[in-house]
């Protein structure tokens, strides 16, 4: 949206319905080792990558939506280990909190200041959609704020 690129072009996932044979992994398997990873403080898409790369007891799972029917945020909403806030809006706070720092240390930095406005806006669009579910309905965006929920 803030930029000249048109996108980029990506993998998509296999038009599939079913969990591949060679990955017969038990969905409470899964879904402990979903809330086991969620407890020690990974967001849920390093938690997939974690999942497809290491697996659970050795064997990869490919897609924890086919294995379990449940995506990985609901798998975590249901054991109570959801994050405080959605991984978007967390990102982008930290970003927003290192760009703001550096804008301190090098005032003339031209593009990191428009980096900065861009994703300052980007982050009051997004608590927009979130307000009210995810986050409070008083939540107003500040560098104070975001600061203290990053850390």
């Known amino acids: 949206m803030h930029t000249r690129r048109r ?6 996932k296999p038009a ?15 879904e402990s ?3 086991e ?6 967001d849920p898409s390093v938690i997939g990558i974690k999942l497809r790369d290491e697996g659970v007891k050795g064997v990869p799972v490919p897609d924890v939506k086919l294995a379990t029917g449940k995506k990985i945020t ?37 593009q990191n200041k428009r ?10 669009r997004l608590a927009n959609y979130y307000r009210g579910d995810e986050i409070d309905e008083d939540f107003v965006y500040t560098y104070e704020t975001a600061a203290e929920l990053i850390e």
């Open 7 to 12: 996108g980029s072009s990506g993998s998509d």
């Open 33 to 35: 080792r979903v809330v």
């Open 37 to 42: 990873l969620a407890e020690q403080g990974e």
């Open 16 to 30: 599939t319905d079913e969990n591949p044979e060679w990955s017969d992994v038990d969905a409470e398997d899964i």
């Open 74 to 110: 609901e798998i975590l909403e249901e054991h109570d280990a959801e994050p405080d806030l959605p991984e978007d809006l967390r990102n982008l706070l930290a970003r927003a909190v290192r760009l703001r720092e550096h804008m301190a240390e090098n005032g003339q930095d031209h």
């Open 115 to 124: 980096a900065l406005q861009n994703t300052e806006s980007k982050i009051r």
